[in-house]
């Protein structure tokens, strides 16, 4: 009856843009995460390596299990992005396939084939390799997720600000240059902001649970871990916090630069303006062309898109409404990131305040501490914000005026979509819903204790023929290789063992 009335009610385009925008939104945070964890886990090993203490193998140890499960969620829902192209938008994948499959293809070969290699020695090297080589796999793989993120990033930025090609007579993409196709000019500022959103976003994840032990009396004994957790997160919203306001404010420019409508949707504009108001709230009304219930502050936009008084920005007027991106999802969605990144600002230089009153993990400072848990699953929401600003405030374009979304989509029924929707709807509520459970699980069970360093040499696997014998079900094992053993514990003077004796 769901599916019927859906069918009643949309198109097959709203349909599959629905479903691309459910499946990206849940698959964007795991990879995010994933990001910032390696590196988080990366410095954690360092600093054991360095200081010898047992608490960062704790913490390590830990928060390994969720990062594996991250990371396993995370490359689940990348194929399910992967099987999208070939059924809901298969016009869109043989138009600019020429240009976007050897960017996902470099990401293969250079990212997912570097962390398939040096995950499982991440996951279940401890005590069999080396001391150095097991961070060295962290480390590497660390690196893959950053390189994943940055062939990813190459290609979205392509699709906002495409450049290097050529547009053939048979309406497909040619690539001309390939170094303008990767670094176009909004790749820089993309690649940094969501870098720095991966890590701001795992920092405020692990430094609220890290205030959670602080607080918990249930988890008086992982107190300890609370304090590194929230420690080493504190550094990340004391100075990175700052650098993502920079960096977002360049991003800003750049976008007003290259894609204007995008910008004049993200702060509700309808009107050309010099001095530009700020819009703090307001309804926008797309179909007759203004706001409702507008709250503004004059000159305020102007000074933040061009940082002068009287600079110019266009209003939406200038496109025609089939031209313009659904504004009220853009207006809102980019307000919803920067009031939670002014949050997160707000939490560094109250950890900067609490720091120097070093009062940061007494638990007397409960307000504190409830601030850092109360942000706990924000920095997921402004993450899933700005992918919405900057997938929506390019319609209706696929790629920035050169293909338009009507023009991409392969041609299928609403049924068939609808019936995929629902299926993919099911099938992650199921699957996500356990990863998520399994994670929470371990976040209240807490790190345990790590007694014993004698645990980290390298692991003998030989096995003597009577093990083999009775893993093999022998009952008699030990009458047959009884005498066979005793042969076997001092070699005949004949036999040629390399020098060995």
């Given at each position: ?11 097959a385009l709203l349909l599959a843009r629905i479903q691309f925008a459910f499946v990206i939104s849940w698959h964007i945070i795991f990879p995010a995460f994933s990001i910032g964890l390696a590196s988080w886990l990366t410095v ?12 960062y193998v704790e913490v390590y140890k830990h928060w390994v299990k969720i990062f594996a499960v991250v990371f396993g969620l995370g490359v689940v829902s990348g194929v399910v992005m992967s099987y999208q192209f070939g059924t ?108 720095t959103a991966a890590f701001l976003t795992t920092a405020f994840v692990v430094g609220g649970i890290g205030a959670y032990y602080l607080q918990s009396k249930k988890h008086t004994e992982h107190r300890k871990h609370g304090r ?274």
């Amino acid at each position: 009856m769901f599916a019927t009335f859906m069918i009643d009610q949309m198109d097959a385009l709203l349909l599959a843009r629905i479903q691309f925008a459910f499946v990206i939104s849940w698959h964007i945070i795991f990879p995010a995460f994933s990001i910032g964890l390696a590196s988080w886990l990366t410095v954690l090993e360092f600093r054991w390596l360095r200081t010898g203490k047992p608490i960062y193998v704790e913490v390590y140890k830990h928060w390994v299990k969720i990062f594996a499960v991250v990371f396993g969620l995370g490359v689940v829902s990348g194929v399910v992005m992967s099987y999208q192209f070939g059924t809901n938008w298969a016009v869109f994948s043989d138009r600019a396939g020429n240009v976007l499959g050897p960017l996902l293809a470099f990401e293969v070969l250079t990212a997912f084939f570097l962390e398939a290699s040096f995950l499982g020695i991440m996951l279940f090297g401890w005590g069999r390799v080396s001391k150095r080589m097991h961070f060295a796999s962290t480390a590497i793989v660390a690196i893959g997720t950053m390189i994943s993120g940055f062939w990813i990033l190459a290609a979205n930025s392509f699709m906002q600000t495409p450049q290097g090609f050529m547009l053939g007579a048979d309406g497909l993409l040619y690539p001309v240059n390939w170094l303008e196709i990767i670094f176009n000019p909004s790749f820089p500022y993309r690649f940094a902001h969501m870098m720095t959103a991966a890590f701001l976003t795992t920092a405020f994840v692990v430094g609220g649970i890290g205030a959670y032990y602080l607080q918990s009396k249930k988890h008086t004994e992982h107190r300890k871990h609370g304090r590194v957790m929230l420690g080493m997160a504190m550094i990340m919203a004391i100075f990175v916090a700052p650098t993502q306001v920079l960096i977002g404010d360049m991003h800003g420019l750049n976008t007003l630069e290259h894609q204007p409508a995008k910008v004049a949707a993200m702060e509700g504009l309808w009107e050309d303006a010099r001095g530009a108001p700020l819009v703090l709230f307001g309804i926008p009304d797309q179909k007759n062309q203004t706001n409702k219930y507008e709250v503004s502050i004059p000159y305020l936009s102007g000074l933040i898109l061009t940082h002068s008084f009287d600079g110019e920005v266009k209003g939406l007027k200038n496109w025609a409404p089939e031209d313009q991106p659904p504004v009220i999802i853009v207006f809102w969605a980019f307000r919803i990131m920067v009031g939670i990144g002014m949050l997160m600002l707000l939490i560094g230089l109250f950890s900067l305040y609490k720091y120097f009153k070093k009062q940061q993990f007494n638990p007397e400072s409960k307000l504190f501490h409830r601030a850092w848990m109360m942000m706990t699953p924000l920095g997921f929401v402004a993450l899933l914000a700005g992918w919405f600003v900057t997938e929506t405030g390019r319609q209706p374009y696929t790629i920035y005026e050169v293909i338009r979304t009507a023009e991409s989509m392969s041609p299928v029924a609403a049924q068939q979509v609808a019936t995929t929707l629902i299926g993919f709807i099911v099938l992650y509520a199921f699957v996500f819903g356990a990863g998520s459970f399994y994670i929470l699980r371990l976040i209240a069970q807490g790190p345990k204790p790590y007694e014993d360093p004698s645990d980290d040499h390298f692991y003998d696997h030989s096995v003597t023929e009577a093990q083999g014998r009775t893993l093999s079900g022998d009952k008699h094992a030990s009458d047959k290789t009884e005498g066979h053993d005793k042969d076997m514990e001092e070699p005949a003077d004949d036999v040629d063992d390399g020098g060995l004796r």
